[in-house]
C-alpha cells in the first residue's frame, strides 16, 4: 500500500515539507482510537528470539530508527508502533538553530537514495529534554549529540558535555555524531587527538553519574583503511562501547543520477542504496580486522531484508534505517525482523 499509493503522493511534494506533513499525520491519528492497535497489528513483530542484549540494554529487535529522521524527540512514542526496537533521536546541539538555508534535502529516485545538508536543524537541548520526559518506556532510547554550527573549535568538547549531562538521565545510550558532513570545521571532529580528547571529557563525565551509559562513535563511509585502522585503535584505547558504520557519504562516483542534476543539488550528505556497499565494507572490515573486539550499528543503504541481513554477515550487532525507511515504508521493519526469525 505504501509504495503503490502513499510514497507517489508523498514523492510529489517537497522533501522536507512532506518530512513535517508525515509527522502531523502520524501524531494525529495514532491519537484516534483504535489507530494504534492497527500500526501495532500491521507492524510490529514481538517475539523472544528477536531480542539483542547489547551495552547492558536489552533491545526488544536489532532494527532501529537512525538519528535525522526524530530529530527532536517529538515522535519516537508513536513511531515505537511501526515496529523498531530502538530510536536515535537527535542530532540534538545545546542551542536550538536553523540549520542551512533551504532548500537542502533532495530525492535521488533512480538511485534510491537522497542527498542533505541540513546542518543539524533542531530545536535544542531544552526542548528535547521536555519531549523526553513524555517516554512512555516502550523502546531503548539513543541520544546523537552535536555542536553547534556557531561554537568555535576550543568550545568543541564543552557543546558535547553540555548535552550528554542534561540528556544523561533521559536517553539509554549517547551516540558522538563527528561524522557529518553539513557541519563546520569537519576536518577537526575527525582528528584522532581531538577524538580522544572528547572522547575522554565525556568518559569521565559518565562517571561522575550513579548510571553510566553506553557512548558509540559513528563513523563516516569513506575513511580508507589506515583510518579505519585509526578508529580499531581509538576504540581499544578509549574503551569506547562501540561504533556506528556508517554516516551519510560525500562520494557521488557511480550514481544514475546525471551530473546536471547533482550540480544543481550541490554539496550535502549522500544516503540510501548508493552507500550500501561501501557500508557494508567498513562494516566487515571493522569487524574482521578487530576479531570482533566491539559492537557495531550497521546503518547505511538497507531497503530490503537482504540488505539488513548483509549487515549483520558483515559484522553488525543492530542495524538502523532511515532512507529505506522513507522509500520502502513501514513495512520494511516487519520484513527484516521475519527474516531474521527464520534463520
Known amino acids: ?124 537541548l531544552e526542548r528535547a529534554i521536555e519531549q523526553l520526559k513524555k517516554n512512555k518506556g516502550q523502546l531503548i532510547i539513543g541520544g546523537n549529540i552535536g555542536k553547534n554550527t556557531d561554537t568555535k573549535p576550543e568550545d568543541y568538547t564543552k557543546d558535547y558535555l553540555a548535552c550528554f549531562n542534561a540528556l544523561h538521565p533521559y536517553v539509554d545510550y549517547f551516540v558522538l555524531n563527528v561524522s557529518c558532513p553539513n557541519v563546520g570545521s569537519h576536518a577537526k571532529l575527525n582528528d584522532k587527538d581531538y577524538l580522544e580528547e572528547l572522547i575522554g571529557a565525556v568518559q569521565n563525565a559518565n562517571k ?70 561501501k557500508s557494508t565494507a567498513v562494516i566487515k572490515y571493522l569487524s574482521e580486522k578487530s576479531n570482533k573486539a566491539f559492537p557495531i550499528i550497521g546503518v547505511g543503504g538497507i531497503h530490503s531484508a537482504k540488505d539488513a541481513l548483509e549487515k549483520i554477515d558483515a559484522g553488525a550487532t543492530l542495524v538502523q534505517v532511515y532512507t529505506g525507511f522513507i522509500y520502502e515504508g513501514p513495512s520494511l521493519i516487519k520484513r527484516i525482523n521475519k527474516a531474521l526469525l527464520k534463520r
Request: charged share 25%; proline share 6%.
Open 1 to 124: 500500500m505504501y509504495k503503490q499509493l502513499l510514497r507517489p503522493i508523498f514523492f510529489s511534494f517537497d522533501p522536507e515539507k512532506i518530512h513535517h506533513f508525515t509527522f502531523s499525520l502520524v501524531k494525529i491519528t495514532s491519537k484516534i482510537p483504535g489507530f494504534k492497535s492497527i500500526y501495532r497489528s500491521l507492524y510490529v513483530v514481538e517475539d523472544p528470539k528477536l531480542e539483542r542484549k547489547l551495552f547492558g540494554l536489552t533491545f526488544k529487535n536489532p532494527v532501529g530508527l537512525a538519528a535525522g529522521f526524530d530529530k527532536n524527540a517529538v515522535l519516537y512514542n508513536e513511531l515505537a508502533n511501526f515496529g523498531f526496537g530502538f530510536i536515535e533521536i537527535g542530532t540534538v546541539t545545546p542551542k536550538a538553530q536553523a540549520g542551512n538555508p533551504k532548500k537542502r534535502l533532495f530525492r535521488l529516485k533512480d538511485d534510491q537514495g537522497i542527498i542533505n545538508r541540513m546542518g543539524f536543524n533542531n530545536e535544542g
Open 208 to 277: 561522575t553519574f550513579e548510571k553510566q551509559k553506553p557512548i558509540v562513535l559513528k563513523i563516516a563511509p569513506d575513511l580508507n583503511n589506515v583510518q579505519l585502522d585509526e578508529i580499531i585503535q581509538l576504540v581499544k584505547d578509549t574503551n569506547l562501547d562501540g561504533v556506528i558504520a556508517s554516516n551519510t557519504s560525500t562520494d557521488r562516483s557511480g550514481l544514475k543520477a546525471s551530473p546536471e542534476l547533482l550540480e544543481s543539488i550541490g554539496n550535502g550528505g549522500l544516503s540510501g542504496q548508493p552507500v550500501k556497499e
